[in-house]
């Protein structure tokens, strides 16, 4: 089984000085490949996820917004096909949970809800996504089937609002203990034909100083005091396929299943 962690917004300039204190984070570190993953595009969510699991760049697919023309971009909008719709033609298994390219975030062949639209602002709002995404994960990974991709999408809103601020180590911290429920209390990597990417689509830095400003300085939620970085989260452990940018995330899926697309 191939198992795809997507969490949005993830970065090293939070997890490396705190090791100590995300010790799910600390032993993939101690067993997997772990780098930045150096986004050389704009580091735009909806472009950048559907980069990974459609194998093309933003010229090619078209999608960098999660409105055009006051209207909610919809997966059938995007004219190319992702990763899940070809290997459920080649007869593979997947399940898809809350990979936000679009709003409310996609899922395939799987029945979820996203928490707060796909967009969670507060923190009763965070606290739910990491809960019942978890769950959720949790039920699929028990299927053991070909691919499973899951998103967390709360720690880009955490820290969209307060980069700089302990708030954001402690919502690392929760999202690392519930890593250790999916990877290691579940058995999952003690399974040696296991395979995993832990993937985010940036990092984050303080607003201002990121090469591309994704959100004005005031919004309608608050002040905004973080924003995208290029240097985004990357772990791979069990996977041969070099990933050097978004796309090489299809092509190490692809070879791994032993598929021809």
């Known amino acids: 089984m191939i198992f795809v962690l997507g969490i949005d917004g993830a970065t090293w300039t939070v997890i490396k000085p705190n090791l100590d204190l995300l010790p799910s984070f600390k032993r993939l570190t101690e067993i997997a490949n772990c780098r930045d993953l150096v986004i ?18 933003y010229e090619e ?24 719709d070809i290997l459920q033609r080649w007869g593979k298994e997947v399940y898809v949970l809350n990979v936000p390219f679009v709003v409310p975030p996609y899922c395939f062949n799987v029945d979820f809800r996203p928490v707060g639209f796909g967009l969670p602002t507060d923190e009763r709002e965070w606290r ?3 809960e019942r995404v978890t769950e959720k994960t949790k039920e699929l990974l028990t299927r053991k089937r070909d691919l ?20 954001v180590l402690d919502w690392y911290r929760r999202l690392d203990a519930k890593m250790g429920e999916l990877l290691f209390d579940s058995g999952f990597l003690e399974d040696k034909g ?34 995208h970085h290029e240097n985004a989260l990357l ?25 021809t697309f």
């Not at 967390?152 to 601020?165: A, K, N, P, S």
């Not at 791979?236 to 092509?251: A, L, R």
Request: some cysteine.
């Open 235 to 259: 772990i791979t452990h069990n996977i041969s396929h070099p990933i050097e940018k978004p796309q090489d995330v299809f092509y190490a899926l692809e070879m791994a299943l032993d598929a």
């Open 148 to 167: 499973l991709i899951s998103v967390y999408t709360l720690l880009d809103r955490v820290q969209h609002f307060h980069w700089g601020e302990d708030v």
């Open 40 to 57: 050389r595009e704009k580091p735009i969510s909806p472009s950048i996820w559907c980069d990974m699991f459609c194998g093309k760049t």
């Open 61 to 84: 697919h078209g999608h960098d917004s999660f409105v055009v023309n006051g209207n909610l971009v919809r997966r059938e909008d995007i004219k190319v096909e992702f990763m899940w």
């Open 194 to 227: 296991n395979r995993l990417i832990v993937v985010s689509d940036h990092g984050f830095c303080s607003f201002g100083e990121a090469k591309v400003q994704t959100l004005p300085h005031q919004t309608e939620q608050g002040l905004i005091k973080g924003d």
């Open 128 to 130: 739910e996504e990491l």
